[in-house]
């Protein structure tokens, strides 16, 4: 990390003025304070570049057509659990966990 601090001091230079600019810009538009920031309910990724959308969950379609390695469309399920997943499911089902929550 120091060296590449160093190499980076050396090399680059970057003016004030952007400096300010693309701070100014970064905290206003991508992280101002209290600005949520949001999350794919699916995947849980939270990238601020992103754009997401609400969506009703029922209206979405429950199969899609996918192209799979062969060239061929196939169809699948997009809200179908695995068995794996189903017995996960089922053993999470009954049990109790604590959550601390910070003062």
């Not at 680059?12 to 304070?33: C, I, N, P, Q």
């Not at 390695?69 to 179908?80: L, M, S």
């Amino acid at each position: 990390e120091d060296e590449t601090a160093a190499l980076l001091q050396r090399c680059v230079h970057v003016s004030d003025e952007t400096k300010r600019r693309l701070l100014g810009e970064w905290s206003d538009e991508r992280m101002a304070h209290a600005l949520p920031l949001h999350a794919c309910a699916s995947c849980g990724v939270r990238d601020p570049s992103l754009t997401y959308t609400r969506v009703d969950v029922s209206a979405l379609p429950r199969t899609v057509s996918v192209r799979v390695a062969g060239g061929e469309d196939e169809t699948r399920h997009v809200f179908e659990l695995s068995p794996e997943q189903c017995a996960k499911y089922r053993g999470l089902q009954n049990k109790k966990v604590r959550l601390a929550f910070p003062n």
